[in-house]
């Protein structure tokens, strides 16, 4: 699963820049438009970082409401993946950017759009156990 | 925020031994088709290859291949793992947009290819040969960012006044980088020798080493699309006998 290679990525920079430390919470961001699966993606993180030495994590996930914005007409509107089709939608899953492919701007037809909110994976937060 | 993709993108690439960008500030030069034969060329000496085409607006490669986008797609494995065609593995947006109008603007651009980088598993290849589009902008500048440590660039140039100047600044960016270019290749030249001569003349103080100068082949528009036509043109002799032969004695 495509959830794997995003959860090895999150660890790397734990692993980079946490070793050694006490991390209890992870919180990660989750644009919708990706359509990740955020069980399978918490369950990967968790694992991976169990390998790293990070046994005790509470790993949260938030999700981003879809935010588009046409650079043509300033036109704002907000899409469902899963209305586009299957295909599509799945496209849209591994590469974000595939989108503009298939989505245009509902009023001025322009391709020329930007992904506001919605797009990605990030690391939010990580909280950390300090010692007095 | 942080964006995590970043991390992992250098650990993606670790086990591919050579990355070969073809270059050129210039479009039009023949990049894709100088990419695409010798990637083949360097699978028939021995080496797996793998491919990515990185003009992400005006993906080309797999039209040159004959790989069908409609059929053929990356197969998910703990991330993505690029299709095999004739022993070469290719990796392009087209799996993702079949062939549709996708412009982007840089900041997309940027995040297609860490998007790409980041979830590709590279198996089972030596050398990464990388198409990417003409001029010196996000794409391009990512390249040198994240594949810097294993890049040996080969820089195309056509036969023309107009690329001298652009080719002598790709030559000096990337020495400024510490990044040694594995050679020159004049392409698509009609036989003007004297043309020919000054290219080599204005760019001799640069130092470059010149691997060829590989005539317009006419036939390459009907082999477009077949490997086996692809492989019977003048310019992969060229390529296989002279090019791909100074790049293995290099690596």
């Not at chain 1, 959860?7 to 790397?12: D, F, P, Q, W």
């Not at chain 2, 703990?78 to 982007?104: C, E, H, M, Q, V």
């Not at chain 2, 036939?219 to 692809?230: F, M, P, T, V």
Request: hydrophobic share 40%; with cysteine.
């Amino acid at each position: 699963m495509h959830e794997w290679a995003i959860a090895e990525s999150i660890v790397k920079y734990i692993s980079n820049n946490y070793r050694g430390r006490a991390i209890v919470g992870l919180t990660i961001a989750v644009g919708r438009l990706q359509n990740i699966d955020k069980d399978i993606l918490v369950f990967n993180v968790k694992e991976l970082l169990k390998i790293e030495g990070f046994r005790e994590v509470d790993v949260r996930v938030r999700d981003i409401g879809i935010s588009l914005r046409c650079r043509f007409c300033s036109y704002k509107w907000s899409i469902n993946p899963e209305d586009l089709g299957e295909d599509i939608s799945e496209m849209i899953h591994f590469i974000p950017e595939s989108i503009y492919a298939y989505v245009k701007c509902p009023k001025c037809n322009s391709r020329d759009f930007e992904i506001v909110t919605g797009r990605g994976v990030y690391i939010e937060e990580i909280v950390e156990v300090v010692e007095a | 925020m942080i964006d995590p993709r970043v991390y992992i993108i250098k650990e993606r690439l670790s086990s591919i031994k050579t990355i070969i960008p073809i270059l050129g500030f210039k479009g039009g030069v023949g990049k894709t088709t100088i990419a695409s034969l010798l990637a083949l060329s360097l699978s028939e000496h021995g080496y797996r290859v793998g491919l990515i085409d990185m003009d992400f607006t005006n993906p080309t490669l797999h039209i040159v291949l004959g790989v069908n986008i409609e059929i053929i797609k990356p197969i998910e494995e703990k991330g993505i793992i690029p299709p095999r065609t004739d022993n070469l593995r290719l990796i392009t947006l087209a799996y993702y947009t079949k062939g549709n109008s996708t412009p982007l603007r840089g900041r997309e651009l940027d995040e297609v290819f860490k998007e790409i980088l980041s979830i590709t598993i590279w198996r089972d290849t030596d050398i990464l040969i990388v198409d990417p589009p003409p001029t010196f902008t996000d794409v391009n500048l990512n390249i040198i960012r994240f594949m810097k440590d294993l890049a040996k660039p080969l820089i195309v140039s056509n036969t023309s006044i107009l690329s001298i100047q652009p080719t002598r600044n790709l030559v000096r960016v990337l020495r400024e980088l510490s990044i040694e270019p594995i050679g020159l290749i004049f392409n698509m030249s009609i036989g003007d020798k004297d043309l020919e001569e000054r290219l080599l003349s204005e760019l001799r103080n640069e130092n470059i080493r010149v691997l060829g100068i590989l005539r317009l082949d006419t036939s390459l528009e009907k082999a477009y699309g077949s490997i086996s036509l692809l492989k019977q043109t003048s310019l992969y002799r060229d390529i296989h006998s002279k090019i791909a032969l100074s790049i293995v004695e290099y690596l």
